[in-house]
């Protein structure tokens, strides 16, 4: 069965670069029919979106946060992973990775689908 | 963006009873060509990751109970719980895949036992 981990520092400081990495076990991540994404949520708050990463490398952001963030893969080790820069409390949040499932279709600038299956999520606060 | 707007926030219901939660996108969902709703549903239990409920509107992932239904079209979409259980109690958010990015989630229904 399928599952994802996120790991990464649960504390970081502000204007530092978070990075974080999800490693896809049970299954490849080199999959045509999935785009792997990575969605945080304030406690207690909604969810939003912060990108998504196809085996192939091929990336889309949301466009709010896409000058601070990189999201990277590596198939030789199924992981994928987010990078976000200029930390600061505002992003103090739970950050999950989690696999999209295309229902319609991908293009070069966007991925039509929903998310089947989530990591457990990673708390991160920023503070000196 | 399309914005989606859900309601009520919170929603008390006894156990066994309906319970209805509401989405509304700022524009339609509705894709002509395939005469398909290019939203989706999901479940948050406290301490837990969302989980996916439904897509095109009303077709329910494997391994999800009956009593959950969706239903609607264009820009007004309903999430049915037909019999409340105990375990149901969660926050739902609808989410929309007809423009991305970006992919844009509701602001979460908070259902809970009256």
């Known amino acids: 069965q399928l599952q994802l981990q996120e790991s990464g520092p649960g504390l970081v400081k502000p204007s530092e670069t978070l990075s974080l990495t999800c490693t896809v076990s049970g299954g490849s991540i080199s999959s045509g029919s999935y785009y792997w994404g990575w969605i945080r949520q304030p406690p207690g708050k909604g969810l939003e979106w912060i990108g998504s990463?196809?085996?192939?490398?091929?990336?889309y952001y949301n466009l709010s946060l896409k000058s601070r963030v990189t999201i990277s893969v590596d198939t030789s080790k199924n992981q994928f992973s987010l990078k976000m820069r200029s930390m600061t409390a505002a992003d103090t949040t739970v950050y999950y990775c989690?696999?999209?499932?295309?229902?319609?279709?991908?293009?070069?600038?966007?991925?039509?689908?929903?998310?089947?299956?989530w990591g457990q999520g990673t708390m991160v606060t920023v503070s000196s | 963006d399309i914005v989606m707007t859900q309601s009520p926030d919170s929603l008390p219901v006894s156990l066994g009873e309906r319970a209805t939660i509401n989405c509304k996108s700022s524009q339609s969902l509705l894709y002509s060509s395939n005469n398909k709703n290019y939203l989706a549903w999901y479940q948050q239990k406290p301490g837990q990751p969302p989980k996916l409920l439904i897509y095109w509107a009303s077709t329910r992932e494997s391994g999800v109970p009956d009593r959950f239904s969706g239903s609607g079209s264009g820009t007004d979409f309903t999430l049915t719980i037909s019999s409340l259980q105990a375990e149901d109690v969660a926050v739902y958010y609808c989410?929309?895949?007809?423009?991305?990015?970006?992919?844009?989630f509701g602001q979460g229904t908070r259902l809970e036992i009256k």
């Open positions: 989690a696999r999209l499932r295309i229902l319609r279709y991908c293009s070069s600038t966007s991925c039509l689908g929903a998310f089947d299956l």
């Open positions: 989410q929309q895949y007809y423009t991305t990015p970006p992919i844009t």
């Open positions: 990463i196809q085996y192939t490398g091929n990336t």
